[in-house]
């Protein structure tokens, strides 16, 4: 229900109040430094965000047509998240570019008036794009949703026509159906002007009853929580010719991949073992699955199987607002995933990135033969600052991502369409970087560049001992900031740096020698003095880098994007993002500079950076 002309005209006062208040304050606070709507050097210029208003996850990215199009959590109402949000959608040629599109769902009915939350797309045979997304209904209840484009000759795809057999999926299973009414004629689902085009689909039968779960009693032990039953997943076909989704869920403490089948993509029935589950892991939000090659840097459509295949399963943590992975085997048999021996199912395991990065999505790129991922963004600052410049989280840029060569571990890489937006080279000689030098980069714009490098480290016996206790690389990166000087590092970069080094974000590497005579690398990114505002969250991340320094160069390549420091190191083993909000270090005020605040030296092998010119971003 809309608000009232005089509470509108009263709200709007109040907003006025504040904004003097703050502008009137001795304290120092992020909203200080800027005006108005092009006056806000914290708005990014190359990561996808809206012109204004809140944004959180990426949903149902894909290519269809040869188009990208990208629909995102959003709501249209204000800066701060809202329950009843909506998926909003941009399209692009390039990853890179974007031109806006008028949002595809709204809360609408029963089933998703309450918000149109996170969900995906999948492609189905023939092309034809399909979207599951969790709508929360009039009951508060989260249930599963199906959509389809209106118009399939319309490569914008700008409108989208909800099923009517909505909710697909029911958390209580009160829309399930016995398995043997299945067999029935093709029903179109929806009429357009494109007859030849319409989705249609033959609802053959499904698995055997005794193999699938109908409605569940009240009394079930294994009762689905409506209120933590969300974000259904990428479907995947099976060599049986059923598809799979899984959706995330909780029992207790234990964080659940719940599995679903389908004949025809729209009646669905819930398998009796979820796809994947793990005890103290909390609710699981914005599950991904996808395969990966073994024998390849590409990517793999969802439903590619076989033997040069693995699989990756990613949740996204609602307890801690971080995301882990492993890596492991899918049986299509069993219908379960097993991760890999040694590939940790908890707080401990391997993350996409080590920083500010949640809700992640992935989807197979068939222009490119490649996966590509997305992550959420959000703010570091207070939502009465979000209030007051207008807006709220952002897209890290699309990455690449393929299995490493190990086996181990996952790989990501900036899109290469990225570099499209590169200018101004600046190159630094090899050079010997003594203790405690700095040298600053000159020639490009440094609130906004894309920096590649590496070092090399000639003397690795002075390496400091590693102690086995150190387990968790975000808490020895707190402790050793790039202010603690070691024996080999911190060396590495200040982004965002203001002239007389007041403020920067630091990125860098400090080298260990472990009991094994082998040599342990920490990739931190050190917000500590990435501001004067300390209303702001300066956290300090870190990640144990899977790289030996005796054999390869250390690598990182940073993106700096004005309150964006996006790290890569190790050549995209290991990532980390920033969200920082100088005072001075902002845009002519920004500085880089390459430092070692070590007693050993370290040379730098390569050297290149760019200025990058500001993409069309909505």
Request: with cysteine; charged share 20%; proline share 6%.
């Amino acid at each position: 229900m809309s608000p009232s002309s005089s509470a509108i005209i009263s709200l709007l006062l109040c907003y006025f109040c504040l904004f003097y208040l703050l502008q009137s304050s001795e304290s120092s606070s992020i909203t200080d430094y800027y005006s108005s709507e092009d006056d806000q050097p914290y708005r990014t210029a190359y990561h996808f965000q809206p012109p204004r208003n809140w944004m959180n996850d990426p949903n149902g990215p894909m290519i269809y047509e040869g188009l990208y199009h990208l629909f995102y959590q959003y709501n249209p109402k204000g800066a701060v998240w809202a329950s009843d949000i909506v998926w909003a959608h941009s399209t692009s040629k390039d990853l890179i570019n974007w031109i806006p599109r008028e949002p595809v769902l709204y809360p609408s009915q029963h089933y998703d008036i309450n918000g149109c939350w996170s969900g995906s797309a999948t492609i189905l045979p023939g092309g034809k794009p399909a979207v599951l997304y969790t709508g929360i209904n009039a009951e508060n209840q989260q249930v599963q949703n199906i959509a389809f484009p209106k118009n399939l000759s319309d490569p914008y795809l700008e409108e989208w026509v909800k099923s009517p057999l909505n909710p697909v999926i029911d958390p209580n299973g009160s829309n399930m159906t016995d398995a043997s009414s299945f067999d029935s004629p093709t029903i179109d689902y929806y009429t357009n002007d494109h007859q030849d085009k319409n989705i249609a689909f033959p609802m053959n039968n499904l698995p055997e009853p005794n193999l699938i779960e109908m409605v569940q009693s009240t009394s079930d032990p294994d009762m689905i929580d409506a209120s933590n039953f969300r974000d259904p997943s990428t479907g995947w076909l099976g060599p049986d010719g059923r598809w799979r989704v899984i959706i995330g869920s909780k029992r207790g403490k234990r964080g659940i991949a719940i599995l679903y089948w389908s004949k025809d993509f729209i009646h669905w029935v819930k398998a009796k073992q979820p796809l994947h589950s793990a005890e103290d892991t909390g609710m699981w939000e914005c599950p991904d699955f996808f395969p990966v090659s073994t024998i390849a840097p590409v990517g793999l459509n969802t439903s590619v199987d076989g033997p040069n295949v693995k699989h990756v399963l990613k949740v996204s943590l609602f307890d801690n607002s971080k995301e882990y992975y492993t890596t492991g085997t899918y049986d299509y048999a069993k219908d379960v995933y097993v991760p890999n021996k040694g590939s940790i199912d908890d707080i401990f395991g391997l993350r996409f990135d080590y920083g500010k990065f949640y809700a992640s999505k992935t989807f197979f790129d068939s222009a490119k033969n490649r996966r590509v991922l997305w992550g959420w963004i959000n703010e570091s600052s207070s939502a009465d600052d979000d209030i007051k410049k207008g807006w709220s989280g952002i897209q890290a840029a699309p990455r690449a991502i393929w299995l490493d060569k190990s086996g181990k571990h996952l790989v990501q890489w900036p899109i290469t369409e990225l570099e499209t937006l590169r200018t101004g080279h600046v190159d630094m000689p090899s050079k010997l970087l003594d203790g405690g030098s700095t040298v600053e980069v000159l020639g490009l714009t440094a609130s906004q560049a894309d920096v590649e490098m590496s070092f090399k480290v000639t003397n690795l016996e002075k390496a400091e001992k590693f102690d086995p206790s150190w387990t968790n690389a975000e808490d020895l990166c707190a402790r050793k900031v790039a202010t603690v000087k070691g024996e080999i590092g911190p060396f590495g970069i200040m982004a965002l740096a203001s002239k007389g080094l007041e403020e920067y974000t630091a990125i860098f590497f400090r080298i260990f020698k472990a009991n094994n005579n082998k040599y342990v690398v920490l990739m931190c990114s050190d917000q500590s003095r990435s501001s004067l505002d300390d209303s702001t969250d300066k956290a300090n991340y870190g990640v144990f880098l899977d790289v030996d320094p005796t054999k390869e160069k250390l690598s990182l390549r940073t993106l700096i994007d004005h309150s964006i420091v996006e790290s890569f190191g190790g050549e995209g083993k290991g990532c980390i993002t920033a969200r920082v909000y100088p005072t001075m270090a902002i845009g002519d005020g920004a500085h880089l500079h390459v430092f070692n605040n070590a007693a050993e030296a370290v040379r730098i092998s390569s050297f290149s950076g760019w200025s990058m010119n500001k993409a069309q971003i909505n």
